[in-house]
């Protein structure tokens, strides 16, 4: 069971345009939310996160946008540029026996055209 | 600057035998995780630990054990190798759960 859903597993974008990545969730419980870029053969590094209790918060060119009662959250890039083509993965942050554990989802991959 | 190390960028290893993947964080976070990345899987969570000695499981243990013998370690075990744990095992160590997690650069394991 996903509880961390990316639906587009790629996306194609002019350099200079505007990047949508989008992502679903299911847990209403999950109260802080990230998204991190993954270029093959390296790890993930963190870009920006986002709270529960905002529905906005931006980072430079990197805007995350949270919609709690349609439990979707997506990452706006603008003016795209080529370095950022990688794999995005969203997560969520969830509360697991006492503690928390990151649940990831599948992935989109970005390709910023020149 | 903060560092998520993974002992090995790249393994090959044979069906059966037991593999350590080990990491090492220099944050003093309480919590580490191991995952792995395969095509079209995403990031898939193993285990997870919170405290020294303490573990969780987390989606897809089987297969795997692991060891926090000092905080700043979290080792990764496969029991007996198999062809289908050939992936991309990435480690990871947070503060809390309202800050981001720190990924080390990640270990291709590869199972022949």
């Known amino acids: 069971d996903q509880q961390v859903k990316q639906n587009s597993p790629s996306l194609s974008v002019q350099e200079g345009r505007i990047s949508i990545l989008n992502c679903d969730y299911t847990?209403?419980?999950?109260?802080?939310f990230l998204w991190y870029k993954k270029y093959p053969a390296e790890g993930p590094t963190f870009l920006i996160s986002?709270?529960?209790?905002?529905d906005k918060n931006e980072d430079g060119r990197f805007t995350v946008f949270l919609n709690k009662s349609a439990k979707h959250l997506s990452l706006h890039i603008v003016p795209s540029q080529p370095g950022d083509s990688a794999v995005y993965f969203c997560?969520?942050?969830?509360?697991?026996?006492?503690?928390?554990?990151?649940?990831f989802g599948t992935g989109t991959r970005l390709k910023v055209l020149a | 600057d903060v560092k998520v190390t993974q002992s090995s960028r790249y393994l090959v290893k044979r069906t059966g035998e037991k593999v350590f993947l080990e990491c090492v964080q220099d944050?003093?976070?309480?919590?580490m995780f191991w995952y792995r990345q395969d095509p079209g899987l995403g990031l898939r969570l193993i285990y997870f630990?919170?405290?020294?000695?303490?573990?969780e499981k987390g989606d897809i243990p089987e297969g795997y054990s692991v060891s926090r013998e000092k905080k700043e370690r979290f080792s990764l075990i496969l029991e007996s190798a198999s062809t289908n744990q050939t992936s991309m095992y990435l480690c990871?160590?947070?503060?809390?759960?309202?800050?981001?997690?720190?990924f080390g650069q990640g270990t291709r394991l590869t199972v022949v």
């Open positions: 630990s919170y405290d020294v000695k303490m573990k």
């Open positions: 847990n209403s419980m999950f109260d802080y």
């Open positions: 944050m003093d976070h309480e919590n």
């Open positions: 997560a969520a942050s969830a509360w697991h026996s006492g503690t928390y554990k990151y649940i």
């Open positions: 990871a160590s947070s503060l809390d759960g309202n800050t981001e997690a720190f």
């Open positions: 986002i709270s529960s209790i905002k």
